[in-house]
Nanobody, 119 residues
Framework: VQLQASGGGLVQAGGSLRLSCAAS????????MGWYRQAPGKQRELVAT???????NYADSVLGRFTISRDNAKNTVYLQMNSLKPEDTAVYYC??????????????WGQGTLVTVSS
C-alpha cells in the first residue's frame, strides 16, 4: 500500500492551494484519512481528519479556511486550503487508516508535500 501526495507549492499569503493524496495497492477498505503538517523546528501536528462516512475534524488554526474531503471511489483525500498565511508553511503529510486485502489494519503515511506561503 502506498500514499502519494501532490499539490504543494509556493503561494502568496491570502492565496489557495489544493492538496491531494491517493492510496493504492491491496486495499480492502480505508477507515479514517487525514492531513498533518510539520513546520521547521516544530513537531508534526494534526490539520484535519475525515472518517469513512464523512465526519470531519479540524485544528483550530485552520478552521474556516481549510476543507478536507474524500472520494472513496478513488481512495483519495483532498485538502482545500484558502486564505493561506505564512504560518501555514510546512511539509504536509497525508495519513490513512487502511485495512489490506489480508485483513491487516495499519496506519500509512504519504511522503509529504511542501507548502510555502510568502508574506
Amino acid at each position: 500500500v502506498q500514499l502519494q501526495a501532490s499539490g504543494g507549492g509556493l503561494v502568496q499569503a491570502g492565496g489557495s492551494l489544493r492538496l491531494s493524496c491517493a492510496a493504492s495497492g491491496s486495499i480492502f477498505s480505508i477507515n479514517g484519512m487525514g492531513w498533518y503538517r510539520q513546520a521547521p523546528g516544530k513537531q508534526r501536528e494534526l490539520v484535519a481528519t475525515i472518517t469513512s462516512n464523512g465526519n470531519t475534524n479540524y485544528a483550530d488554526s485552520v478552521l474556516g479556511r481549510f476543507t478536507i474531503s474524500r472520494d472513496n471511489a478513488k481512495n483519495t483525500v483532498y485538502l482545500q486550503m484558502n486564505s493561506l498565511k505564512p504560518e501555514d508553511t510546512a511539509v504536509y503529510y497525508c495519513n490513512a487508516d487502511i485495512t489490506t486485502d489480508w485483513a491487516l489494519r495499519t496506519d500509512y503515511w504519504g511522503q509529504g508535500t511542501l507548502v510555502t506561503v510568502s508574506s
